[in-house]
């Protein structure tokens, strides 16, 4: 910041940023930071944030972006099997130790937040002066094309690379299926990087690199946009000078990185509404200009606001919004108590589920918690179901989140699948939301309460999960309730029961069927039960 700086400005001044204090030292502060804020995964990151917050300097932050000689070409052939690179050069960088492992750092948090762990976009580092460019992005024959790994003293192919290499163990997967792997070389023919697995030793940073080529890969452009724009303006600030590589594709040329500021309108009058302060004009401008952003008047009550290529986290008016009030700063903000007349309290269902969490635990079982997202085979095959009408989503990360849950007991089965190796007997629980299908809601969908519980070990039954679900109905005042035999693939048939209340079914029981046992991999018989909480309480009170 070319600014003294003490502990204690820092304690005080950084969570105003939005960031935790995770720990206070001699001589540093250790913070956790959102990963909507990516921009923050570097100390050049969070000083220019801190600049502006202190006043020290305001708006937008400048890069010039030089032209350079340097050229990416990119063959047809790798186009099916990770489509879209960008590149940048630094030059005049000052390293030290410190300063490359804060490098590495930053390229994990960005693989982590903007790549989906490499599968989105995976970044490559490299010493320029090491290799000669114009470079080559290309599909190559995982047999025949070797080199030397990073952390590694003997050549491979890539296809070893995938076999034995660590990070060839990590991220093989993203390559399944593949017959060919991507490759970037050099005019010599000698790899640069094997993305988005590993990049080869010989262009290694260390302290006595001076000039850096950054390759980004991936399969969404606009992400590797993204991620480039936060690493370049980053090392920026550390003291290199940006210069672009020229991208030629079979179909066009692209000239990374694109640093313009990304325009955005702003109301006045929605900003203050939502704020809850009657800010002028001026002290708008002034907020956002702190928060390191630029602003003109556009028209009557409205702003033209410029956001910078690094800060991908501001994507609507409300977002600017949270700048001014950033900018303005929360300190000053007082509170108030609402204007009703009564105050908040818990909500009764919220109050009812954990006093369900702690009668199963009173009764011997482990709470388990798990996602509302799942998949079919896990969700309906596993339990011999049909595939019915569950929430799908239309643009899953992988297929193991494909859809939202309509029950708890499948995911408890799954729980006892990852902990087969655990002694028993295993006893778990849920108690949490499912969301079922609703035409008449407002959003076509509702949450429900339901409560789920497995008893594996060698002698359960049904006697004893009876006897579970009698006491916890008994401990929440529930009675005259009735168990009525019915069918259900998951349950052995003749040892599975509907639970009745007031005529209405409002949960079941029974011991789980071998052939879902097997589909799980599990040895022992599992007595289970799932009851329909919310249901079962709004009988209750009636």
């Known amino acids: 910041m070319g600014r003294s700086l003490t502990v204690e400005d820092m304690t005080k001044w950084l969570p105003w940023l939005g960031v935790d204090l995770e720990e206070i030292g001699p001589d540093y502060v250790k913070i956790e930071f959102n990963p909507n804020r990516l921009d923050f995964c570097s ?93 080559t992005y290309l599909a190559a024959d995982p047999d025949k094309t070797r080199f030397v790994p990073l952390d590694k003293a003997e050549e491979m192919s890539m296809r070893e690379i995938l ?18 792997y991507p490759i970037i070389l050099d005019a010599k023919g000698r790899a640069l990087s094997f993305p988005p697995i590993i990049n080869a030793e010989l262009t290694r940073v260390t302290w006595e690199t001076k000039n850096l080529f950054i390759d980004v890969t991936g399969l969404n452009m606009p992400a590797v946009k993204r991620s480039l ?15 672009n590589v020229t991208v030629k594709y079979p179909d066009r040329t692209e000239n990374p990185p694109d640093l313009r500021p990304q325009q955005m309108k702003m109301g006045i009058d929605y900003t203050r509404e939502l704020l809850g302060l009657d800010l002028t004009e001026a002290e708008i401008i002034r907020s956002l200009r702190k928060s390191r952003l630029d602003a003109k008047k556009a028209g009557a009550g409205t702003l033209n606001v410029s956001i910078p290529a690094y800060r991908i986290d501001i994507m609507h008016e409300v977002d600017l919004a ?105 006893r778990l629980f849920e108690a949490s939301d499912v969301i079922k299908v609703n035409e008449k809601a407002e959003t076509c969908t509702e949450r429900l309460l339901h409560v789920a519980a497995v008893s594996s070990h060698p002698t359960a039954n049904f006697t004893e999960i009876k006897a579970t679900v009698e006491a916890l109905l008994m401990n929440l005042g529930i009675t005259g309730w009735k168990i009525t035999e019915r069918k259900d693939p998951s349950f052995i048939a003749g040892r599975v029961a509907a639970i009745y209340f007031k005529d209405k079914e409002v949960g079941i029981l029974g011991e789980i069927n071998p052939e879902v046992l097997n589909n799980f991999e599990l040895e022992n018989p599992t007595g289970a039960f799932e009851i329909y909480l919310e249901e079962l309480l709004r009988l209750k009170g009636r």
């Open 43 to 135: 100390y050049a990151g969070v000083a220019r944030a801190f600049v502006g917050l202190a006043g020290w300097k305001l708006g937008l932050p400048s890069y010039d972006v030089k032209k350079g000689q340097v050229v990416l070409k990119v063959d047809p052939s790798v186009l099916k099997v990770r489509p879209s690179i960008l590149g940048a050069v630094i030059r005049g960088l000052e390293l030290d130790d410190e300063n490359v492992r804060e490098l590495m750092e930053m390229q994990e948090d960005l693989h982590w937040g903007l790549g989906r762990d490499r599968i989105k976009v995976s970044i490559g580092i490299h010493d320029l002066d090491k290799v000669q460019p114009p470079f």
């Open 163 to 180: 076999e034995r290499h660590e990070k060839g163990i990590m991220f093989r997967h993203i390559l399944k299926g593949a017959t060919r």
């Open 229 to 243: 724009n936060i690493l370049v303006t980053a090392l920026a600030d550390m003291g290199g000078s940006i210069e």
């Open 322 to 426: 949270e700048e001014v009030a950033i900018g303005y700063g929360y300190y000053r903000i007082e509170p108030t108590r609402p204007k009703t007349v009564t105050f908040g309290a818990p909500n009764e269902i919220f109050e009812t589920a954990n006093h369900v969490r702690h009668i199963m635990i009173g009764l011997g079982f482990t709470e388990a918690m798990n996602f509302t997202l799942t998949n079919d085979d896990i969700h309906y095959r596993k339990m011999l179901h049909q595939i019915s009408g569950a929430v799908r989503l239309a643009n899953p990360v992988s297929a193991e989140y494909t859809i939202i849950r309509e029950a708890l007991l499948p995911g408890l089965m799954k729980n006892l699948m990852d902990n087969k190796h655990e002694s028993y007997p295993q």
